[in-house]
């Protein structure tokens, strides 16, 4: 089942059967370096909340894939943190797909989906320091500066986007 698609992209919900999948694009020490490795019971751990999410809210993290091949090729959705009361627009490649706009089309895409179909009066995103590539994503996306936080111990920019916005930055 596809919950969204663009032309190059089609995301689907992910799930504990993803497991293998998570552990590999993680390991990558460029993709870890701001989201973190996990191992594999970790990350059937983070895999069956986010299926829980689905169930709950109606929405959650998704596999990004690219519509001519199928290749699974990175992570997006929405994330609810119960922490913040937020919810979390969030977009993670394998580093063979950076530079292609893939992170941008498939955020616009679940900011869409957030927005219009989820009516969501605001989206966040919380992307670690030294993140240029994510802080990029969502200045071209309409996010602006919220606040410093911090996320399992690690400080991170939060930055906020609604519905407004959202519209405004469309091209």
Excluded: K
């Amino acid at each position: 089942m596809y919950v969204i698609t663009t032309d190059r992209l089609r995301l689907r919900p992910l799930s504990t059967a993803d497991t293998d999948w998570w552990v590999r694009l993680h390991a990558d020490p460029e993709v870890g370096r701001f989201v973190g490795s996990y191992t594999r019971e970790q990350a059937a751990a983070r895999l069956h909340t986010i299926e829980q999410q689905w169930e709950r809210r109606g929405h959650g993290l998704c596999a990004v894939e690219l519509t001519g091949t199928g290749e699974t090729i990175g992570r997006a959705g929405l994330f609810w943190w119960e922490q913040f009361d937020e919810t979390e627009a969030g977009w993670t490649l394998a580093r063979a797909h950076w530079g292609r706009g893939y992170a941008t089309e498939a955020a616009r895409a679940v900011l869409d989906w957030g927005f219009e179909r989820l009516s969501l009066p605001t989206i966040t995103a919380m992307i670690h320091h030294g993140n240029d590539g994510s802080t990029a994503v969502a200045r071209r996306l309409g996010f602006t500066r919220l606040r410093e936080d911090e996320l399992a111990g690690r400080p991170l920019t939060v930055h906020v986007l609604d519905r407004a916005g959202h519209r405004a930055a469309r091209p």
